[in-house]
């Protein structure tokens, strides 16, 4: 699975003031968190596909909308579910 997303944060209130900035720009997404070396980040998610291609597509999508340089994490489904791999796209 390849979820895109569209910012990380610290603070849930800067993650909802970027899905409020993405909304009005035709860019669903929603807030997710997550613990990095004991720390609790808010990642802003803008969508997710099977494959890399439709993923690549979105960020790229979302960086013309919007000038943000969105992100891809990978996860292996039906292995190690803490398993996962940021991306950066491939231009």
Not at 37 to 64: C, H, L, M
Request: a positive charge; hydrophobic letters at 35%.
């Amino acid at each position: 699975m390849h979820k895109v997303f569209a910012g990380s944060f610290k603070s849930r209130e800067n993650a909802q003031e970027r899905v409020a900035f993405l909304r009005p720009k035709g860019i669903q997404s929603f807030i997710v968190s997550t613990i990095i070396s004991g720390g609790t980040w808010f990642r802003v998610q803008a969508d997710a596909f099977s494959t890399r291609e439709n993923a690549e597509k979105r960020v790229n999508e979302i960086k013309a909308k919007t000038g943000i340089n969105a992100f891809i994490l990978t996860e292996n489904v039906g292995s190690n579910p803490t398993s996962n791999s940021i991306k950066s796209p491939r231009y």
